[in-house]
DNA sequence: CTAATTATGAGACATTTTGTCTCATAATTA
DNA sequence: TAATTATGAGACAAAATGTCTCATAATTAG
């Protein structure tokens, strides 16, 4: 990507913008997010954000890419300690306010909005390909034997996380993970 | 609950109304969903849908709670191949565009809308209950060894089936729904 | 350092939307 | 048949939306 040398007042603004957006997403939901609230809270002129972003919707979407989701990646070895992390670090970000209002945003909007489907499509892709990733890392030491696609995998890591946090609005104890790990194939260690 | 003899004309605008947003619910999601846009669809006046709802959001919420979704209802036993069926139907309801748009719209709303919370609260406890009566039915018939509580079962199985629908938006065969079965715990059959 | 460029905030402006009325009419009920 | 009541149409003020212009200040080019 060729980022245009942009200039420093632009960039404030846009800044400026992007977190005022955010905040408002966080605290009153994605219909809160419209250029005038955003101009007001980011202390920005109404017509700024109007040049940046034409339509709110297309802000919403740009406040939700840039929060982008670093779960699983790097994967290491052993594998399955380092899962166990990241199935860990994946449930306690979901509990985060700013975190769970994006992630289940861009579920829903990706209902109606094809930018944002895309959006999503390419989140659990990434999570999908690196949990492939990782799982046959681990398979290849030996340390586990695959009873699952790549995709079969992580909904049956990620799924339940999901359930339990944004459903059952309830934790995600270690045992849990654990029993998702199990369930994946059969681990020899 | 006491329902008041209701005068038909009442009745028939709550039913044209409620029909309406649900259709715009379905259409163009939430946002679109307001007093004149409904009134446009619905046939009826302005005036009238603010009558019945004077926030859009209250009667936003009363047509997700109107469309109640009935899972997990009446175990029998086996319990095994009904469990099967039961997530076959979830899966395949999840996929209609109106199920998705209400039930997504209810996980979401819930971030910001205490009354959305309420009833997703609802939901969640009616089907973690079921799963729980289903399963309790099956070890007493020595058909399982359970290897979780209701509330984990409940995670394992229907979590999956959210993410593989609702996220990598592909099909839940009935080799996975299998999957998922089995590894809520050892099964004797 | 100076001059040209450019993003900005403030606000004007027409348009649309929102929320609250009133009122004549028609459906319902007593 | 007469009284009640929900309705649609529309008036109305207030707020929000989207598109302008313009003076100003920050930035950049020369």
């Given at each position: 990507m060729m980022k245009a040398p942009l200039d420093p007042r632009a960039a404030r603004s846009r800044e400026?913008?992007?977190?005022?957006?955010?905040?408002?997403?966080?605290?009153?939901?994605?219909?809160?997010?419209?250029?005038?609230?955003?101009?007001?809270?980011?202390g920005t002129g109404r017509a700024t954000v109007y040049r940046h972003w034409p339509r709110a919707e297309q802000l919403l979407l740009d406040v939700m890419t840039g929060t982008d989701l670093p779960f699983f990646r790097a994967p290491q070895s052993p594998v399955r300690p380092w899962l166990h992390r990241q199935l860990r670090q994946l449930a306690d970000e979901l509990r985060l306010p700013t975190v769970a209002a994006v992630a289940l945003t861009v579920i829903q909007g990706s209902l109606w909005d094809p930018g944002i489907a895309r959006s999503r499509d390419g989140m659990i892709a990434a999570i999908d390909e690196r949990i492939g990733v990782a799982l046959v890392l681990a398979e290849r030491a030996g340390e586990v034997e695959l009873g699952a696609s790549a995709t079969d995998a992580a909904a049956l890591l990620v799924g339940p996380v999901l359930y339990r946090t944004a459903m059952q609005s309830g934790r995600?104890?270690?045992?849990?993970?654990?029993?998702?790990?199990?369930?994946?194939?059969?681990?020899?260690t």
């Open positions: 400026a913008i992007l977190t005022a957006a955010r905040q408002l997403l966080l605290a009153e939901g994605p219909a809160a997010v419209t250029h005038q609230r955003v101009a007001q809270v980011s995600v104890d270690d045992d849990l993970i654990d029993r998702l790990i199990d369930r994946v194939g059969t681990w020899r």
